[in-house]
């Protein structure tokens, strides 16, 4: 268990997994809402209709994708971070193609999880 919080940066932890949650609202919001919710065939409610269930998940998968950048960033293993990313993202491409989701949709969801490793690892190289 010590080498999941020895030497952790829990400043860096918690604002990546609060900046990375906070640009997911922006991303599927403003950003790319439109294009997401017509590659997967939905339709963008209003913030009364938003599944808490998934919210919740979100919100769970983003913590841990940020401690998982302080556990390396804590061991010095920069380069595992980045291979964790990348498996990541060719999961959620796979993934969005055996569901037949659009392509647009497809690359909007695996540009999220870049975007949010650039973030994280910007919280660690500062905090």
Do not use: H, R
């Amino acid at each position: 268990m010590a080498e999941l919080t020895t030497g952790v940066s829990w400043i860096a932890v918690i604002g990546g997994f609060v900046a990375s949650f906070l640009l997911g609202w922006v991303w599927y919001g403003p950003l790319f809402g439109k294009q997401w919710a017509e590659g997967v065939g939905v339709e963008l409610g209003s913030s009364d209709d938003m599944p808490m269930g998934a919210m919740v998940f979100q919100a769970l998968a983003t913590f841990c994708f940020a401690w998982l950048w302080g556990v390396t960033a804590a061991n010095m293993a920069l380069l595992t971070a980045i291979l964790i990313t990348v498996t990541i993202m060719l999961f959620i491409y796979s993934n969005g193609k055996y569901a037949k989701k659009g392509d647009k949709a497809i690359m909007i969801e695996v540009a999220y999880i870049l975007a949010m490793a650039v973030v994280m690892f910007a919280f660690q190289a500062i905090f």
